[in-house]
């Protein structure tokens, strides 16, 4: 993951959550009744509005029943298109 911004880790982590959320079929309100976080949590999280602390990493991880190395596993293409975003001329 070399070269990407904390901006970068936090969108690319949010989409994460939420790939991973859909893919079990569950709402932000059933993730965060799992994660024990208010629903809205969850979406400003998904959306990369709010930050969140490594308990709170934790916390989703187990409400999405994964280890929490499993959300920082990005597909190649994302973390390749958070460099592009921030190049000059781009």
Same mark, same amino acid.
Not at 17 to 23: G, V
Not at 34 to 48: C, P, T
Not at 72 to 78: A, R, Y
């Given at each position: 993951m070399r070269g990407i911004l904390v901006e970068d880790v936090r969108r690319l982590l949010g989409k *994460?959550?939420?790939?991973? %959320?859909?893919?079990? =079929? $569950?709402?932000?309100?059933?993730?965060?009744? *799992?994660?024990?976080?208010? %629903?809205?949590?969850? =979406? $400003?999280?998904?959306?990369?509005?709010?930050a969140c602390s490594i308990t709170t990493v934790a916390k989703i991880a187990d409400g999405l029943g994964v280890n929490v190395h499993e959300l920082?596993?990005?597909?190649?293409?994302?973390e390749q298109a958070g460099r592009k975003d921030r190049q000059p001329g781009h």
């Open positions: *994460r959550i939420r790939a991973l %959320r859909l893919e079990q =079929g $569950l709402s932000q309100e059933q993730l965060g009744e *799992r994660a024990g976080l208010h %629903r809205n949590f969850v =979406g $400003l999280v998904e959306r990369a509005e709010r920082f596993v990005f597909p190649e293409s994302e």
